[in-house]
């Protein structure tokens, strides 16, 4: 056997990116891996809770990369991979800098871009004081037809649910009127939670005020106008759309017809043994950092196993959580294809640690960051 430690690297410092580093941290008891993070961004933005801000005090939340990724045994790196050369497993980054590697997970996630042409889009932190400005209006009444859209193509569809609740609650308590309605293609809200959670969603909604148009296909805003895809139009005021998903894919890497990069149940990609990918530039529907720790998990075994420190992952379809913000009490909802109750929603938690984001390893390191914010920065 080599002695030579057995490299990976891993392109990202997002939750995959997080989640794989924590994992290799549980797995390697004989520092058998050299692992390194090659990421663009020196902070890691807790993104889900973003959705708050617009409504009160700064709930997103910040962290240094450094001491998180060395604190596990890993070393940082600030750079961008621009090219793989898979066959030389061989990464180029931006300004040409080349690695080689052993293994390669990436997990550089998807840029976020307007999907509806004349509808406002919330993305996270840099669309907050503009969605504050909105609710401004809305509760002085100078808003009264409000469309919030979800897109056609792979999303993450939540957050827009969690800002159509939070502003009827906000409407509702200003002594407001207006018609709130989401414009989705989804065959119900939520509908990727089952049909039982579903249910339960479309009851929340329509208690603060929202109205849901399933099966619908927003195309552009103009005139006042909002236009679906073989529906006509109808009047809005406003329009708020979540954003188009567009994958970061660096050259060289094998990409579908949609852009993303199809992986197997395991996180490789395609056609190779020794690289992987994991997260929002995968191909799939469901675009959630909840989803991206589970994939990122089993990846992160899966190059264990081929650095021969751990078993073959056995892989098992991701369970699906949310933690859905409505201006009120939250609501939570889980969707486990192996469960009695597959599909579920209820006011207690129904899993733990209750982070939005829920990874084995990476939710354990929020809670305690959280309860000792000294080791975090803001």
Do not use: N
Request: with cysteine; net charge negative; aromatic share 6%.
């Amino acid at each position: 056997m080599s002695t030579q430690p057995f490299r990976v690297l891993i392109a990202g410092g997002g939750v995959a990116a997080l989640e794989a580093v924590l994992a290799f941290q549980d797995i390697d008891h004989d520092h058998a891996l050299s692992v390194e993070v090659v990421a663009p961004e020196s902070r890691f933005v807790y993104r889900p809770l973003s959705v708050r801000d617009p409504f009160g005090e700064r709930a997103t939340r910040e962290f240094d990369l450094q001491p998180l990724i060395e604190g596990a045994g890993a070393r940082l790196r600030h750079g961008q991979v621009d090219a793989v050369d898979p066959d030389g497993r061989l990464v180029t980054l931006a300004g040409g800098t080349q690695l080689d590697y052993d293994a390669l997970l990436l997990a550089t996630g998807a840029a976020r871009e307007p999907a509806v042409r004349g509808a406002s889009t919330f993305s996270g932190p840099a669309d907050v004081a503009a969605f504050h400005s909105f609710v401004e209006s809305l509760c002085g009444g100078a808003v009264r037809r409000v469309a919030f859209i979800v897109p056609q193509g792979p999303s993450w569809p939540l957050p827009i649910y969690e800002l159509a609740l939070q502003a009827g609650t906000r409407l509702r308590a200003a002594g407001g009127e207006a018609q709130l309605a989401v414009i989705t293609p989804e065959s119900g809200p939520l509908a990727m939670f089952g049909d039982a959670a579903s249910e339960v969603v479309e009851r929340v909604l329509h208690d603060h005020g929202v109205t849901v148009h399933p099966g619908s296909y927003a195309t552009q805003v103009s005139g006042g106008e909002l236009h679906l895809d073989m529906q006509g139009s109808v009047r809005v005021d406003t329009a708020w759309a979540a954003p188009r998903l567009v994958p970061r894919v660096p050259a060289g890497v094998p990409a579908g017809g949609d852009g993303f990069v199809p992986v197997d149940a395991a996180g490789r990609v395609k056609g190779f043994v020794d690289l992987f990918a994991a997260g929002d530039i995968t191909q799939g529907e469901v675009k959630q950092g909840g989803v991206a720790a589970q994939q990122a998990a089993i990846a992160a075994q899966a190059i264990g196993a081929l650095a021969g420190i751990s078993p073959e992952p056995v892989p098992a379809p991701p369970v699906l959580r949310a933690l859905l913000l409505t201006g009120g009490e939250p609501l939570w909802l889980r969707s486990d294809p192996w469960s009695e109750t597959p599909s579920e929603a209820s006011d207690e938690p129904l899993w733990w640690p209750p982070h939005k984001i829920f990874g084995t390893h990476l939710a354990p390191l929020l809670a305690r960051l959280e309860r000792h914010p000294a080791e975090a920065s803001r």
